[in-house]
């Protein structure tokens, strides 16, 4: 029996405890002290703790360690509770790299070293796929295939791929200002809980250019006396700094933010930053006076050079404006892109369905290899984006729709269009059930399944399991390091096409 255990069975007789808590008797109490054995992560980078078969969340614990913590909010299936000491620490815990970890909250598992964050993203997915989709998962060791699984555990989740260099990822920075209170521009980042701007010149996973530009502009921004804008007031002008990095092509684009159409002194901004930002093909200004933390508005200026800035994804090139969404890590991009194209299994003759196109980017990536391919997207700028984006390669087999997928999709069934694969790659909350309905009525050949929340790709799973898809193999990518985000792509296909693998 642990210490955690012993001091938690003797705080079952501790009269200090709410009467409440008395009679549920759990085995902590408010305020206490204890030592716990930290046995998993929540999938939001909290250790998981066991008091006598109690469950405590404690931020900044990992798994396999001992602490001390303080126990600070009891409810009746689990508790939260402080990391006051790292008693016994796990063997993978690191001192993080960055200064203002802590403070920020933007990553969560900095003190992880890399390796077990890779590993526990797989275990993360397993996990669901088996409590959640109830599937039966096999191996592990890449490059291993389903087909010499037994039929009890054939799902095959290879390790997490991850980048050799798992910093300065991101193609955009967004950073909220402030005025410092000696007075003067910061920015940076809101303290972990609140609204309150600490002022941050280095984010490690960001590419250094970005940091570099949001340094300068801030710099040009107290040089011309700008104020920024108070959340609680709703008075002063600038409310963001946006930066855009194309990786591939170099090129870079700085959006102001501001609250209100004016921008005094526009010229000498366009001068300033022309002059200290070296590569930069956009300037824009969006307008955003809405008191809301939505970080655009709906009208955005071209102040100086073009809308657009340029990138690829493969082949493919992009443009991209201010408000465009854009895939943030590049590189593990071309990763996803590459999986769901080799899950896709595409000779030349295929029709696909991409659902959730976005700005078509899995779309065009998939067009150069298939017949056909029809995106669905429910925002109108992003399928403006795609069609732009389709003509920009001379891309003329991929066509788009606006609406939502549960919508189009029985529609374009009506029209008769059959779909060999269909690509998915819905947000957190995973595929609407009558999109999922509508492919098992079409019974394209194979599902490929792009998800960033395991929880929702394990349940949309099952009901494919149940409705006559056999899951084959699941690839997690690493897209998001140091930070909680797992995504994976997962090749499905019929079961009466593989009948007898
Ligand atoms: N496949 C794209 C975007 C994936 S993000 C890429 O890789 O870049 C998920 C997308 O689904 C978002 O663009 C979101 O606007 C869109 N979306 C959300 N709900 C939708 C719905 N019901 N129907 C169609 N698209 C939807």
Known sequence: MTRGRQRGGQSRNNNSKAPSQAILDLPVAKNEDVEVEIIGLTHEGEGVGRVEGYTLFIGGALPGERVRAKVLKVKKQYGYAKLLEVMVASPDRIAPPCEIYKQCGGCQLQHWSYEAQLDWK????????????????????????????????RIVVHPTLGMNDPWRYRNKAQVPMGMAEEGGLIGGFYARNSHRIIDMD??????????????????????????????????????????????????????LVTNGAKLPRVEAWIEAIRAQVPGVESICQNINTKRTNVIFGDVTKTLWGRDVIYDYIGDVKFAISARSFYQVNPVQTEVLYGKTLEYAGLTGSETVIDAYCGIGTISLFLAQHAKRV????????????????????????????????????????????????????????GCDERLLETLLTMQPERIVYVSCNPATLARDL??????????????????????VHVECVVSTYRKDLIEGQ
Request: aromatic share 4%; hydrophobic share 40%.
């Open 462 to 483: 099952r009901v494919l399991e149940d409705g006559g898809y056999r899951v084959k193999e699941v690839q997690p990518v690493d897209m998001f390091p140091h930070t």
């Open 374 to 429: 029809y995106g669905v997207e429910i925002v109108p700028e992003a399928i403006e984006d795609a069609r732009a984006n389709a003509a920009l390669n001379g891309i003329s087999n991929a066509e788009f729709e606006v609406g939502a997928a549960e919508d189009v999709m029985p529609r374009w069934l009506e029209q008769g269009v059959t779909p060999d694969v269909v690509v998915v790659d819905p947000p957190r909350k």
């Open 122 to 153: 797989r275990q993360h997915v397993v996990d669901n796929l088996e409590r959640i989709g109830k599937l039966k998962v096999g191996g592990s060791v890449d490059g291993e295939t389903s087909e010499g699984l037994s039929e009890e555990a």
């Open 202 to 255: 280095a984010c490690l996973i960001q590419h250094d250019q970005n940091d570099d530009i949001v340094r300068r502009v801030k710099s040009i921004g107290r040089d011309l006396g700008v104020t920024a804008y108070n959340e609680e007031t709703g008075e002063g002008l600038l409310r963001h700094v946006v930066v855009r990095v194309g990786f591939r092509t170099g090129e870079l684009m700085v959006v």
